[in-house]
């Protein structure tokens, strides 16, 4: 008896439950770097808007040097997901491995790199001299965490691929629980003021690449896969993930070009800035929880030969985009008063802070559009695309948030050419994934 085909509404109903089973816990574990800073970022507000000032400031750079390397994760999830769906488990997990190798070394140049150059890299920022100090101590401290961060980024994209992103949520949890403790211990306990915001924070990072190797290393072994590092696979892996770094730049030039905007406004300003940036990175990685599923199901599907699936799976998620895009946007306009009280009793911050905030909240359903489609191209290969776009957005942001200060434009006008730059980008995202010229089907690209 020929089985009758499934519907649209029992097909839509199918990739639901395959996006959240995979969005929920992939959301969990996305966040956990925001919060990271979210904590830092209340704790060391109390000890006063120099402080959170230069928290802000080493932050963006801190964040940069990590952020620029994500396609550590994404490309990795891609190419482990296409060969999941093509039935090769240890070519997954091997290209996983080379991932992770590649993690270290990238971390240990970048440490090399940051710590000398840590009081350039923050005079560039133009912070004042009451922040400076505080900036140059975070930065100096936590990029000795950069390695474990990278190999955190490599090892999750292994997992997420293998279409399994529980163990990241359950060690995301762990560390943020040893991250929030050691900073209230050791900066209040002992002492030590940002510097032990700091020092915690490298300590739940380097506790949470352990926790992954130990998962990657069992599973590695479990399929026969090598643990040894091969040339030729780690300079596959770079080379796969240049578009994206090209692509990964370009979105980090422009934070760190409104950063050095807010910076050259104020103390208050910035300190504002860097609430908003946290807040507007938390709710950027929960849309980005679908955008992560997207690239496990999609690369899953193409390495299937199953390209009507893909398209099927992509028009489902944007769905989804739009409204938690909107979901946020209202939470985050209601429960304002609550949690900006958490980071400053600073009323000239709060002041600058709040309208902002609603032009933060305004944009949230491109941004949920925004970060789906760019998972969706993520999981499809087609990194290239992406620099191109990227780009493009970048030469459009530019100009027009250098002019906010000379136009006499404060934080909220710069915040207002943050959506302009994600409405560019939701145009040339959204008129890739009408082409259909990402679908490209086999357990390669």
Request: aromatic share 6%; proline share 4%.
């Amino acid at each position: 008896m020929t089985q009758a085909p499934a519907t649209p509404k029992a097909v839509r109903r199918q990739h639901d439950r395959e996006i959240v089973s995979l969005a929920l816990p992939a959301f969990g574990a996305l966040v956990a770097e925001p919060l990271f800073l979210m904590v830092d970022s209340a704790i060391v507000g109390h000890l006063g808007t120099p402080q959170l000032a230069g928290l802000a400031i080493a932050a963006a750079l801190l964040t940069t040097a990590v952020s620029v390397f994500v396609f550590l994760a994404y490309a990795t999830t891609a190419a482990v997901s296409r060969r999941v769906g093509a039935g090769d488990l240890p070519a997954a997990i091997r290209q996983g491995m080379d991932g992770i190798w590649l993690a270290l070394l990238l971390g240990t140049a970048v440490v090399t790199v940051t710590l000398p150059a840590a009081p350039w890299l923050i005079d560039l920022f133009g912070a004042s001299d009451t922040a400076a100090p505080y900036a140059v101590t975070y930065l100096r401290i936590s990029s000795l965490g950069i390695p474990a961060m990278l190999v955190v980024l490599a090892a999750t994209g292994v997992l997420r691929g293998l279409q399994d992103t529980r163990t990241p949520l359950y060690v995301a949890i762990g560390g943020f629980v040893a991250n929030g403790a050691l900073n209230v211990g050791l900066v209040y306990g002992a002492g030590l003021g940002i510097a032990g915001s700091a020092w915690g924070t490298v300590i739940a990072q380097c506790g949470m690449a352990v926790a992954y190797l130990v998962v990657v290393v069992r599973g590695a072994r479990r399929h026969g896969a090598s643990l040894r590092p091969d040339a030729a696979g780690i300079r596959a892996s770079a080379q796969a993930g240049v578009p994206l770094l090209v692509r990964t730049l370009s979105l980090r030039a422009v934070l760190m070009i409104a950063t050095a905007v807010a910076a050259r406004m104020g103390d208050a300003e910035v300190a504002a800035h860097q609430i908003i940036l946290s807040l507007w990175s938390l709710m950027a990685f929960a849309l980005d929880a679908i955008a992560i599923a997207g690239q496990a199901i999609i690369g899953r599907y193409l390495g299937a030969n199953d390209a009507e699936g893909a398209r099927q799976v992509c028009r489902r998620m944007v769905q989804w985009g739009v409204i938690s895009g909107v979901g946020l946007g209202a939470l985050l306009i209601v429960a304002r008063p609550l949690f900006i009280p958490l980071f400053t009793g600073d009323t000239a911050v709060q002041d600058t802070l709040l309208p902002a905030l609603l032009v933060v909240a305004i944009s949230q359903p491109i941004s949920g559009v925004v970060f789906v489609l760019d998972g969706v191209l993520m999981g499809a290969g087609d990194g290239p695309y992406l620099a191109w776009a990227m780009l493009l957005t970048l030469a459009v942001f530019a100009p027009v948030a250098l002019l906010v200060p000379a136009l006499g434009g404060g934080l909220t006008a710069l915040w207002w050419a943050m959506t302009l730059m994600m409405t560019v980008r939701m145009a040339t995202l959204w008129f890739r994934s009408r082409s259909g010229r990402w679908i490209v089907t086999g357990a390669t690209r």
